[in-house]
């Protein structure tokens, strides 16, 4: 069984909200500490759910070069804050599919199946 690995060792607040202005995103827990506190985050930002889910597409592209994502299929379990290291895993299932996690210190945060094609 292939496990393929792919990390980001810090999540950058300011592209947090870059990100939040691209997308018009108005919820403050992207751009506003006093807002993200209210979550319990500790004032630091949560990244935008989109943005995590990106970190799957960025370790296929590192590890994979010959294939793209044909489908995506995950579930947010948790947040990824402002500053957390993250590891993105993806562990082939059958050829050309794997079950992929997205994960902080503090634990999974995205949980789903990806499957992949030719690049052609």
Known sequence: MTTL?????HVHASRM???ALILTDPNPIHFDPAEADKLGTGGRLVNQGPSTIALIYNL???QVPGK???SLSVRLL???LEGDAVTVTATATEPDEYDVTVGTPEGMKI???ARLVDRS
């Open 78 to 80: 948790g947040n990824v």
């Open 5 to 9: 690995t792919w990390n980001l060792d």
């Open 17 to 19: 909200k870059t990100l």
């Open 60 to 62: 296929f592209a590192a």
């Open 111 to 113: 949980s789903g199946t």
């Open 68 to 70: 793209r994502v044909r």
